[in-house]
């Protein structure tokens, strides 16, 4: 299928969807949790059932896959540093390192082994097992998503099972953890992803909480952002803006912060500013499904600023005719 931008509707007054971007080919899976670009540009998807990396090229084309047999189902997070692709293997407990092809470099955690933090693994919906976790715990139970420093660092989000941010030296030494489960400032519920800004800052999407908390890299709160709904990803802009994912609640959904949801709350891609101020928001209609999102579950920016979207819960059962990966292009 070409590649179009035809159509009037727009993610907002300065990205328009590219339909039909992502080729046919390539394995079979059932949904894409998160994407990733790297240097090149090449497009990197952490697919679930089967578990695996799925390499497209700019244009859409399949390239390879990897981590097949050695990621669990349920891989959830990916990022890429330098030349090293990261990957948070959720129900794994681990982080896992590759090469760019395909090599695996190094694990951290013990595969399958979750740290103590009270959570009952055998809830399966996400709001009561979360409530479940009684205290923070060491690395890893069910961690979500990885930030790199420019020094090198790495801090992993570990959120499903667990309630803390973790610190680790470019040597993938455990430097320091912080947060416990709760509401108030530098605890977490559903600790879903955190990323790095361009003035060295550490944004965290604190999703249960809907909000997104501001972090010194030492773990320090500076502050909260607020006004948001289920922020579950995010991508800091060299110029201080901040791109967020934001899912839709759906009725009678647990909430920490709202109680049972009463009603449908569409998904949305919000733009913020340095300070967490709203400066654009997209929630589309129902004459605009060809590119509404549901689960907006992980982005990425390439060099040439084009976004995208990994919507987690659009899958070929559900809507074989949407794309799993949405892609935007800037407004010329």
């Given amino acids: 299928m070409p590649e179009t931008t035809s159509g009037t509707s727009r993610l907002n007054d300065n990205y328009t969807p590219r339909h039909g971007w992502l080729q046919p080919g390539g394995p079979a899976y059932m949904c894409a949790s998160d994407v990733a670009v790297g240097p090149d540009d090449y497009v990197y998807l952490i697919v679930r059932r089967p578990g695996q990396v799925v390499v497209h090229d700019p244009d859409g084309q399949f390239v390879r896959t990897f981590g097949l047999g050695v990621l ?10 330098g030349r090293e692709v990261i990957c948070a293997d ?19 955690g013990t595969v399958g082994v979750g740290s103590d933090t009270g959570v009952d693994p ?12 009684v205290r923070a715990g060491p690395p890893f139970n069910m961690p979500t998503n990885v930030a790199v420093a420019a020094n090198g660092d790495l801090f992993v989000s570990d959120g499903y099972g667990n309630t803390r941010i973790h610190r680790f030296s470019a040597k993938r030494e455990l430097v320091t953890s912080w947060g416990h489960p709760g509401p108030a400032a530098g605890q977490f519920w559903i600790v879903h992803h955190v990323a790095i800004t361009a003035d060295g800052k550490v944004l965290v999407c604190d999703r249960g909480n809907e909000r997104i908390q501001v972090f010194e890299t030492d773990g320090t709160f500076i502050e909260s952002w607020t006004g948001l ?4 990803c995010m991508v800091p802009r060299p110029d201080g803006t901040v791109f967020v994912g934001e899912l839709e609640w759906r009725p009678g959904a647990g909430s920490f912060t709202r109680g049972r949801i009463q009603q449908l709350l569409l998904a949305r891609i919000s733009v913020l500013d340095a300070t967490g101020r709203v400066v654009s928001q997209s929630t589309v209609t129902d004459d605009e499904r060809s590119f ?13 600023g084009n976004l995208y979207v990994a919507d987690l819960l659009i899958t070929p059962a559900t809507e074989p005719s949407r794309p799993m990966v949405q892609k935007f292009v800037p407004v010329a």
């Fill in 292 to 304: 509404a999102f549901v689960s907006p579950h992980g982005m990425a920016i390439d060099s040439q």
């Fill in 122 to 133: 055998t809830i399966k919906d996400l709001f009561p097992r979360t409530a479940s976790i």
């Fill in 72 to 81: 669990s189902d349920d891989p959830h997070g990916i990022t890429i540093a």
């Fill in 90 to 108: 959720t129900f794994g407990h681990v982080i896992r390192g590759f090469s760019f092809d395909g090599e695996l470099l190094w694990t951290l």
């Fill in 229 to 232: 709904q289920r922020p579950a």
